[in-house]
DNA sequence: GGAACAATTTGCGCTGGCGCAAACGCTCCA
DNA sequence: TGGAGCGTTTGCGCCAGCGCAAATTGTTCC
């Protein structure tokens, strides 16, 4: 890690949570800060852990995942630099609802149940924040509802990668790339269908040269006709 | 109404977004409130208005429900008594992301995002239990997200029938009775499918006692096996 | 470089559940 | 009392997508 990653990598007022905050109160938060790096496919909590801490992501990726009593697994959400994860659990029951492990090379910060109640306590914008974002997510997460209820696994693939794109893609010569390692499992996990099914939808997309898979990583290389698809639901 | 209603009716503190407020700061709440009587099948707001306002139910049943481009519909949420409703808007992008209208006759109370944001900048309480129960929200939501990626019509019927009547049943002799209407398109709505496959699972329950409808309102006269198929997916 | 492993593709058969359409039953109102 | 309207049930045909299994390709680690 170079000098510009550690003194950048703890600048906490790039964290979502602890937006538009004054330089005094970021210096409380980073005072009871805990950081931590972590190598690729790490587990930073399992579903169902106790004793839970509030997370949030420097610097890589991290995926949500959740599974139920009968194994079948979805995910919930991909973590990219500056999110909060792992919070809720704090405000309901005291136990992580879901797994989550690193795809990438992170850096994370968390800070205990106590010590994030005093600093919302004390700074009356963290909790606002904190409202906002999971607002934001309840939204998101009532959008797929409708979605997995609705629409066909074509259609859902689609409009799962483009989410994906806009919240995540770099743009270049190609096209759009995720910038997160994306497995056909995942995709299938996120749209609540099949690893097979996803396969045989994303193959002819890619034979027809509307995206790439290299070194895991996404390509969207037609974004307008995976658009039409989310859209209309047909090429 | 009568006057135990107005007097119960106003008791703002059985919300639970106002749990655990002083009896002054009740006041304060009280104070900035518009309370509003409302009879059955009205629309309380539609998807996409803006100048939301935060919502509570004192009295009655609301159906929150979500509509696609495509006319698709689900139904997001029921409302009872003591839930707030609308809320989150306020802190995203001031927009309702759904419809709302009561099931019956229903009391409603509302407040402005500009008196809510102050409420909650003098107790700090009122935006703590905001964020327990829309991380709640969140937690059923994305439950419901995998329970419709992963699981068979016939189990998340049941499934929404026991949660259904977990929250809002009343135990009688017959069994435990739903408060609010159910049509069978709302119970479609709710678990992602269609009218005519619901009908279709429904009906056998019936004809085996399992439940009942009478006058709009299920019976649930066997939970036992209901809960049966619900875990196991097979009778 | 090659063996062991992980991820992906693909063929094949089957079925859950959708879509359509028609019939049935209940309630309200003229 | 009858008919209009809503909600529900049910028959029938069809197909999207799952499950299984095998082949293929890509990746990692001696």
Redesign the pocket.
């Known amino acids: 890690m170079s000098i510009v990653d550690v003194s950048l990598g703890r600048n906490l007022a790039s964290l979502e949570l602890f937006d538009a905050l004054s330089p005094a109160a970021l210096d409380e938060v980073r005072a009871l800060a805990r950081f931590k790096h972590l190598t690729r496919n790490t587990r930073i909590f399992n579903q169902g852990d106790g004793s839970v801490r509030a997370h949030a992501l420097i610097e890589g990726c991290v995926r949500i995942s959740q599974s139920g009593s009968d194994g079948a697994q979805v995910v919930v959400r991909f973590i990219t630099r500056g999110e909060m994860f792992g919070t809720v659990a704090l405000f309901t029951d005291g136990r992580y609802p879901a797994d989550a492990e690193t795809l990438t090379e992170c850096t994370e910060v968390s800070w205990s149940e106590a010590d994030l109640a005093q600093l919302m306590d004390r700074h009356h914008r963290i909790a606002l924040n904190f409202i906002r974002i999971i607002g934001k997510r309840l939204q998101d997460a009532q959008n797929r509802v409708r979605e997995l209820a609705t629409q066909?696994?074509?259609r859902r693939i689609a409009h799962a990668l483009l989410r994906l794109a806009r919240r995540s893609g770099h743009r270049n010569s190609e096209g759009i790339t995720i910038e997160f390692p994306l497995?056909?499992?995942d995709i299938a996990d996120i749209c609540?269908?099949?690893?097979?099914?996803a396969?045989?939808i994303?193959?002819p997309w890619?034979k027809a040269g509307w995206l790439v898979?290299r070194?895991?990583r996404l390509t969207l290389c037609r974004p307008d006709e995976i658009e039409q698809i989310a859209e209309n639901g047909e090429t």
């Not at 609540?192 to 099914?197: D, I, M, R, V």
Request: charged share 40%; no cysteine.
């Open positions: 066909r696994v074509e497995r056909r499992k609540g269908t099949t690893l097979h099914s396969s045989r994303l193959t890619e898979t070194d895991q």
